[in-house]
């Protein structure tokens, strides 16, 4: 069983920074590429950042290019998601996930808790 726990969100003012936490198990951490989602209210969960498992290969949205650094941490069994220049639609909670390179859709059959980022005006 891989455990998910995401942290480190919050609310902010337009404009401002955040950095997302994904604590995993690890047991299969080093070889899985890994993905940040996000959900806001009303609407589908959507693919936002992916990783490689080297760490080596990273891939955005088009909505968060630019804005968005996803990063790995092995030794920590972690990956970030730091978020700049935060904008009132990346409003929604955030979730991350297991998945294959170059793909967009989650692997595990369940998700963390996930965080809470809300941007306000």
């Known amino acids: 069983q891989v455990q998910l726990v995401e942290s480190g969100g919050g609310l902010v003012q337009a404009g401002g920074s955040l950095t997302l936490s994904c604590a995993t198990s690890g047991r299969t951490f080093s070889s899985a590429a890994m993905a940040w989602f996000r959900q806001a209210p009303g609407k589908e969960r959507e693919f936002v950042a992916r990783i490689a498992n080297s760490g080596g290969s990273t891939y955005y949205t088009d909505p968060v290019k630019g804005r968005f650094t996803i990063s790995r941490h092995t030794a920590k069994n972690t990956v970030y998601l730091q978020m700049n220049s935060l904008k009132p639609e990346d409003t929604a909670v955030y979730y991350c996930?297991?998945?294959?390179?170059?793909?967009?859709?989650?692997?595990?059959?369940?998700w963390g808790q996930g965080t809470q980022v809300t941007v306000s005006v």
């Open positions: 996930n297991q998945v294959r390179i170059g793909s967009r859709e989650p692997i595990l059959g369940y």
